[in-house]
């Protein structure tokens, strides 16, 4: 007994924690990288446009707070969906879910490495540096600060946060009171098909919201505290995201933000703020990136340790340090994904849409398994502390499937589209991700295979909740 209370994670995570990790995870590098790539395809509606991006998020708020109030432990995304839709699906999801790691955190690095050169270059013109070793070096770090616990990385994110909040609020609102009426229209003037496919881009920059189930075997009270959290961290991205994107606008032209690129947000604050604007939005800049990257190998190695718990993956990817807690093999091997993906140097836009498509992949099989949890799992659904009514539960899950279809759609369509709009290109980026997918499926076949030839039935193990799993859950029932 003892040996197995050793290997599930500590809960040392309070609510003010929980929400500064999932507006970390959510806000990143995009809001800062990505807002002028996406300002420059649709104009000065891009603060509408991330605003309409939200509302997919709504319904993934409202199944994970289903969700995080059955089953609030590692991995919790993962470990539904295998129960309830099915082992293979599982593993398909599991790999889209490596997707979205190495796509997110490769963003997120990417970046970094972007903003320190050009905060640099502003006062050194002829500073040079490889953005790849800037990128890797800022992906060591934060492995390392995972590899020493819980308490330093929760502690560590909170810093970056109040960091990010404070300076977005503050170049939101010196752009809002130095708007030019002039900058704001026309509001549409790449036209509405150019808005939606902006908004399908900015469903990238809502992702992380549905990384918060995969702590939940950290969380302090988490039936309590991981739905709250979800709420209030929802409603703080919204505002912070309209805020920043309308301050851009408003207070320069969007056809100069799309010239400026990556560090419009940067510049635009040296230019209507003090001296001292640039580093109020560097410092912005660097706590929603690092946040980002912070969170995200928290939350992803979390999910590796709930596969290997099943088998899906060998054990030893479970293992936790011995004196830290940490899941220190499946911090290396986000680590080794990450630096990989910042090697293949795909765009930025590119990452953006990969995780755009694995997410709303995720979300449709995720969506259907929290609608049968209480058919499929109706001992854990009756600890719930928040119970949807039929009604409530088929309106986030038709909701959920509907904006999650749309999304996928015009994100293959997008795919195919040039620099004009027109549908003219090869969808790699939809080719690599059916490719994953694949790769999933192969994966769970052969490794079906071998642990039957060790005669370890593995739909066996993922038709159950593993041991350590309930365990998280039943330390929570017991609190």
Known sequence: MSEQKTEIMQRKIGLFEAVSMIVGLTIGAGIFVLLPIMTGMTGPSIYLAVAVAGIPSIFIVLFEIQLTGTLPVTGANYVTITRVAGAAWGSIVAFAAVLALMAGNVLMAVGFAQYVTAFIQSFNPIFSFSPEILAIGIVLFFAMVNFFGVSVTSWMQVILFLFMVIGMVIFG???AVNVNPVNLSPLFPKGAIMFVVVMVLGCMLWSGLIALADIGGDVKKPRRNLPLALIIAFTAILLLYVLQAYGLVASMNWQDVAKIGNTAVMVDAGRIMPSIGIYIV?????????????????????????????????????????????????????????ILGILLAATIDKYALAAVLAVVTITIVLAWSVYKIPQKLPELYSKSL?????????????????????????????????AQGNPTKVPWVVFVFLGVLALGAIWYISRKSYLRGKGIDLDANLKKVADATLAEAEEKLTA
């Open 173 to 175: 609102i010196v752009g």
């Open 282 to 338: 560097f410092i912005a800049c660097m706590g929603a990136i690092l946040t980002s990257i912070n969170g995200t190998m928290w939350a992803c190695a979390r999910d590796l340790v709930a596969w290997a718990r099943d088998g899906l993956l060998p054990k030893s990817v479970a293992h936790l340090n011995p004196r830290f807690k940490s899941a220190d093999l499946a911090i290396l091997i986000i680590t080794i994904i990450s």
């Open 386 to 418: 928040i119970k949807f009514n039929p009604f409530w539960r088929l309106f986030t899950f038709l909701g959920a499937v509907i904006t999650s279809v749309f999304l996928l759609l015009m994100g293959i369509l997008l795919d195919t589209m040039d």
